[in-house]
């Protein structure tokens, strides 16, 4: 199974941004539907959003309008940007891979003033 690998997560004030990557180890990354979900303590995991090996995306209803996903198949790699941060936004995110079921380790995301 491939490895990935997410950063970019840190600490931001309400109103600010962020982008998250996640690079995937996998040779055929170019065919896997990608995503990112997050998790808060003592709640499940909720989708963010998702982006398919045609490029097609998906979002979560809390982030529409401000959260946008990519990727970029020659870097193997996924990207979250993330504006307009909402301190409901806090939480650990973590990169999918829908084909191999796979996912990363996370990166904590914390919006605070």
């Known amino acids: 199974q491939p490895q990935l690998v997410e950063s970019g997560g840190g600490l931001v004030q309400p109103g600010g941004s962020l982008r998250l990557s996640c690079v995937s180890s996998?040779?055929?990354?170019?065919?896997?539907?990608m995503g990112w979900y997050r998790r808060v303590p003592g709640q499940g995991r909720e989708l963010v959003a998702t982006?398919?090996?045609?490029?097609?995306?998906l979002y979560g209803d809390s982030v529409k309008g401000r959260f946008t996903i990519s990727r970029d198949n020659a870097k193997s790699t996924v990207y979250l940007q993330m504006n307009d941060l909402k301190s409901e936004d806090t939480a650990v995110y973590y990169c999918?891979?829908?084909?191999?079921?796979?996912w990363g380790q996370g990166t904590q995301v914390t919006v605070s003033s």
């Open positions: 999918y891979d829908l084909k191999w079921d796979n």
């Open positions: 996998g040779s055929i990354f170019e065919r896997s539907a």
């Open positions: 982006i398919t090996d045609g490029h097609r995306t």
